[in-house]
């Protein structure tokens, strides 16, 4: 019976998630009301506010009490959300991270040197100084790191790019963190930014794609080196990370 119930809240979840990206309930209007739905719907309560559920978790809605169910969204972000979701829940690897990561920071780094700004070039050059005068404070280091590489998406200009990357964002973070701290090199003695930097600031489109290139494959040796008892990176999940913390 249970069994049941969960299909048709699914059915139900699938019905209104199409309302919402088709702009049949709008974006900042409150759902019709719990009683409407079921009637509509011809299900109980609990199955309603299960489909209710699903549609929190992917971000479309929030429940307000008293009020009633808001929807929220019905933008990229919902995207960048449920990809967020299927890459820490899946029993991905994280040489298939470090591949994923490799082929879309390529490809932003590539648009970028066409469509940055000069704003955005010097940004850039900020982040490595920062980097390179940081010594003994690693989560300092690794948000500047981060905000290097967030720079080259929005400079490539690619909206859709940008949601992958985005999405990718929190395990992008823990990777880098993890190489920075097991690994041991930072920006003053590889200079792998500062060769980005350069290629994207000259337009050298094809430049900033190798030296990108470089630099992940550099990240992901220094990951594969920090593992232990022979462990490789076809083995190792990349929830792992959060097990290790």
Not at 57 to 69: F, P, Y
Request: hydrophobic residues 40%; aromatic residues 8%.
């Amino acid at each position: 019976m249970a069994s049941r119930r969960i299909n048709i809240s699914m059915q139900i979840q699938q019905t209104m998630q199409k309302r919402i990206l088709n702009n049949e309930y709008k974006i900042n209007e409150y759902l019709p009301s719990e009683a409407a739905l079921c009637e509509e719907f011809g299900v109980s309560r609990t199955t309603l506010r299960d489909a209710v559920s699903g549609l929190v978790e992917k971000g479309l809605v929030k429940r307000q009490q008293g009020k009633g169910v808001l929807v929220i969204d019905n933008t990229d972000s919902v995207f960048t959300h449920s990809l967020r979701n299927m890459m820490l829940l899946g029993n991905y690897n994280v040489r298939e991270f470090f591949e994923t990561r490799e082929m879309i920071e390529c490809q932003m780094a590539y648009f970028a040197s066409k469509r940055a700004t000069q704003q955005q070039v010097d940004e850039l050059l900020t982040c490595i100084r920062k980097m390179e005068s940081i010594t003994d404070n690693t989560n300092e280091y690794v948000a500047n790191d981060m905000k290097f590489h967030q720079i080259i998406a929005r400079a490539s200009a690619n909206r859709l790019l940008i949601a992958v990357y985005d999405a990718m964002g929190p395990m992008l973070e823990e990777v880098v963190n993890w190489v920075v701290v097991n690994g041991g090199k930072v920006e003053s003695t590889m200079r792998c930014h500062m060769k980005i930097y350069e290629c994207i600031k000259d337009h050298d489109s094809d430049g900033a794609k190798q030296a990108t290139k470089e630099h992940d494959q550099i990240s992901a040796q220094m990951f594969q080196d920090g593992l232990i008892n022979g462990v490789n990176m076809d083995e190792f999940q990349f929830r792992q990370i959060w097990d290790k913390k």
